[in-house]
């Protein structure tokens, strides 16, 4: 029997209302739609957004700015209170990552990151060296909201602090700067699962709490995440000894 036979028996059957050739059509049907089905939603899996992340002021629009459209130009911006994109194209090889700039003001910053976390393949968390030290409580607080979402947990994107504005004078390194956070988030820890152990009346198992218990806080505890830092200046400068954003642009080749 030849296909076209096979074919006009089964037509045949579907016409005479042949329970058999009903039950095959079905099982067709539904082998098309999970396959639709799946490749729809491995299209929305493949997570291409890098968000950049920190609070006002720290460079992050400038920063945007320089991997995008590599300008030099001094940006004229006031503080940005809607989000930019674009595409970052990576050397070498035929991909590139979406770049979301996204505000860092405190009445916006967490429903921002609650709108575009789910996106995110990768996070660039901006600091400014020169006023760390000043600020270290929120730029520590924000950090730790990020880093204990739980769908951030889950997908556990990799995370670089960049540790921006190095061209400054008597601005503190990364190293420094990691330390500085670590204290503040060995504090954040217990005051935060207290505080939600208090609303929801149950006892730990929140994930709130970070890193590894009976332990001080360490950002390479956060396993499967990865944490890096890295000094970085997104203003241009003429002195040649200046980071720029080399290893920023490094980091972004490694998660693309
Ligand atoms: N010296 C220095 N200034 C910077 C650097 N990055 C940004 N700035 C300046 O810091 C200010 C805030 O930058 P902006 O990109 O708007 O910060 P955002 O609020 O995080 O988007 C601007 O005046 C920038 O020119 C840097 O690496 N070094
Ligand atoms: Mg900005």
Redesign the pocket.
């Known amino acids: 029997m030849d296909l076209t036979a096979v074919m006009n028996s089964f037509l045949d059957g579907l016409q005479k209302g042949d329970g058999g050739a009903i039950g095959i059509a079905v099982a067709i049907v539904v082998v098309i739609l999970s396959i639709l089905l799946f490749l729809l939603r491995g299209k929305g899996n493949k997570r291409q957004g890098i968000l950049l992340l ?10 945007f700015h320089k991997l995008v459209f590599k300008s030099d130009k ?2 004229h ?1 006031v ?2 209170i809607s989000p930019n994109n674009g595409d970052f194209t990576v050397p070498g090889k035929n991909k590139s990552l979406k770049i979301y ?1 996204l505000p ?1 003001h405190e009445r916006l910053r967490l429903q921002v990151l609650e709108q575009f976390k789910g996106l995110a393949r990768g996070i660039v968390y ?1 600091i400014d060296s020169a006023s760390v030290q000043k600020d270290i409580k929120e730029v520590a607080e924000f950090l730790y909201t990020i880093l204990s979402d739980p769908v951030i947990l889950a997908n556990a994107p990799p995370i670089l602090i960049a540790c ?5 004078h008597l601005v503190k390194g990364a190293t420094f700067i990691e330390k500085q956070l670590q204290k503040e988030m060995n504090t954040l820890r217990v005051t935060r699962s207290a505080a939600l152990q208090q609303l929801d009346g149950t006892t730990g198992n929140n994930n709130s709490y970070l890193g590894k218990r009976n332990k001080d806080f360490e950002f390479s505890d956060l396993k499967p995440m990865k944490v890096q830092f890295v000094e ?4 241009d400068t003429s002195d040649k000894d200046q980071p720029g954003l080399m290893e920023v642009e490094k980091w972004l080749m490694t998660v693309a």
Do not use: F
């Open positions: 920190g609070m006002c002021d720290t460079g992050k629009t400038l920063m001094p940006l911006t503080t940005s700039d860092g901006v921006n504005k190095q061209d400054q970085c200046s997104a203003l």
